[in-house]
């Protein structure tokens, strides 16, 4: 299937995603997103994950998200494992939500962290969220209160931002203040999406 009108919105850990994510949705536009489409199909994966990394990983019969970040992040093959059982559903949940925004005829968004690490997505069209990664370092902190060890870990698991910057349509540059983000989101919509819709 030809998606005409899918953007892939993606970055880094501690970009600011989920930050664009909320002003699109703000401004009407549908918002697919994969990490939502990852919590619900890790606790339904939840047998199958805990006989590959242990009970203790469980806390009230759920999946805790962040003992299992622990393992997976402080070890590749753990990662690995764990990606071969959650991106494949993760991706026909993603292509089965598109699928029906399609028919609507008007550009929507898939908010798609691991878009290029996954490399198996038929979107052409990416909005990137850049910040310089002292910034990204900064922001994980305050918001996850990691060790630097563990954010290091976690930035690393991903292609490095600048890499991604090469390979992006368009890019928002998220260095400043929550308002200037705002105008460099309105300014992307007003200027891009016009394109969008004149090419199809």
């Known amino acids: 299937m030809n998606f005409k009108y899918a953007i892939v919105l993606t970055g880094g850990i501690g970009s ?19 990490d939502s489409i ?33 393992i997976v992040f402080s070890n590749k ?19 089965k939500q598109a699928k029906a925004l399609e028919s609507k005829k008007i550009p929507y968004f898939l908010d798609i ?12 069209e990416v909005l990137l969220v850049f910040v310089p990664k002292e910034i990204q370092v900064q922001r994980i902190q305050k918001r996850d209160h ?6 290091q870990a976690r930035i690393s698991s ?19 203040d929550l308002e200037n983000l705002q105008k460099e989101v309105e300014k992307y919509l007003q200027d891009y999406i016009p394109k969008v819709l004149e090419e199809n």
Do not use: W
């Not at 753990?78 to 494949?88: D, F």
């Not at 991903?158 to 400043?176: M, R, V, W």
């Open 16 to 34: 600011g995603k989920s930050t664009i994510a909320s002003f699109l949705k703000l401004y009407g536009y549908e918002v697919v997103c994969a």
């Open 77 to 95: 093959k753990s990662k690995e494992t764990l990606e071969r059982i959650l991106h494949p559903k993760i991706k026909e949940e993603i292509l």
């Open 146 to 151: 990691l060790e630097s060890q563990a954010i």
């Open 113 to 124: 962290p691991l878009f290029y690490e996954t490399n198996n997505y038929p979107f052409k």
């Open 158 to 176: 991903q292609i490095p931002l600048e890499e991604k910057k090469k390979l992006a349509n368009y890019i928002i540059d998220n260095s400043g």
């Open 38 to 70: 990852a919590h619900t199909l890790l606790n339904q994966s939840a047998k199958e994950i805990t006989e590959i990394f242990g009970n203790e990983i469980l806390e009230n019969n759920k999946i805790n998200r962040k003992k299992l970040g622990e």
